[in-house]
């Protein structure tokens, strides 16, 4: 079960929308108003940290680009992000979860 979930060092909210599949689901809003829009061929490195129970840790990388926000025109480019699923396993005497295979959707 996972006990915290940070972006880029801060805390968010986290709900378990977990059910009985053998995986695990959370969800969490972050607010990226204060973020700086990035430059022109610039991406911004995020960091995701998620804490479960039993001391383990699973730390996700994202690459984003931040845009300002009355540039509307890139709402209508590429293909929606709505979530990411992970595949992950934690090997024997280890307290960091490894990401085995990474789905967008």
């Known amino acids: ?3 915290s979930v940070s972006v880029q060092g801060t805390g968010v909210s986290v709900t378990d929308q977990s059910q009985e599949n053998g995986g695990s689901t959370y ?3 972050w607010d990226s108003t ?3 829009a990035n430059k022109k061929k610039d991406r911004t490195k995020v960091q ?3 804490q479960f129970q039993g001391g383990l840790t699973c730390i996700i990388p994202l690459q984003v680009k931040f845009y300002n926000r009355e540039d509307t ?3 209508t480019w590429g293909t929606p992000l709505h ?3 992970f595949e992950c ?3 024997p005497g280890q307290t960091y979860i490894d990401i085995v295979k990474t789905i967008f959707r």
Do not use: A, E, G, P
């Open 27 to 29: 969800s969490f809003s």
């Open 34 to 36: 204060k973020i700086d």
């Open 89 to 91: 396993k934690v090997k």
């Open 73 to 75: 025109q890139h709402l």
């Open 83 to 85: 979530h990411i699923d």
């Open 48 to 50: 995701l940290m998620l």
């Open 1 to 3: 079960m996972c006990r």
